[in-house]
């Protein structure tokens, strides 16, 4: 007897495209300005919070309660409040496209600040 079975997440075939690394480089630099605060709200704050959706929503397919491939929390331990979370579900897949744009776009990791 077979079962049904929903894949959780179908990432395009062909991995890291051109678009996506220019649109992480773009945000980056964005989030670098401090335009990714919530706070701001400047037009770098809507083109940031554009590039964000397109490459998350529409490019690497994450569902929409998924952390963002910018949240530098990804660089680090995945933190204690985030296991009651739906996104705890897709923390692994989110590091590892963090990881792979960080790669492809030949930007290094920005240590996370400990919180000490």
Same mark, same amino acid.
């Given at each position: 007897m077979t079962s049904l079975r929903t894949t959780r997440y179908r990432q395009r075939k062909g991995g890291i495209t051109a678009e996506m690394v220019e649109l992480f480089k773009r945000g980056c630099a964005l989030q670098a *300005? !401090?335009?990714d605060d919530d706070e701001d709200g400047?037009? !770098?704050h809507d083109e940031f919070k554009a590039v964000d959706k397109r490459l998350s929503? *529409? /490019?690497l397919k994450l569902p929409t309660y998924a952390v963002s491939v910018f949240d530098l929390e /990804?660089? !680090?331990e995945m933190p204690g409040y985030m296991e009651r979370l739906a996104a705890s579900k897709e923390w692994p897949l989110c590091v590892a496209l963090r990881r792979a744009l960080l790669q492809a776009s030949d930007l290094s990791l920005v240590p996370f600040p400990s919180k000490s």
């Open positions: *300005a !401090g335009h400047s037009p !770098g929503w *529409a /490019l /990804l660089d !680090g």
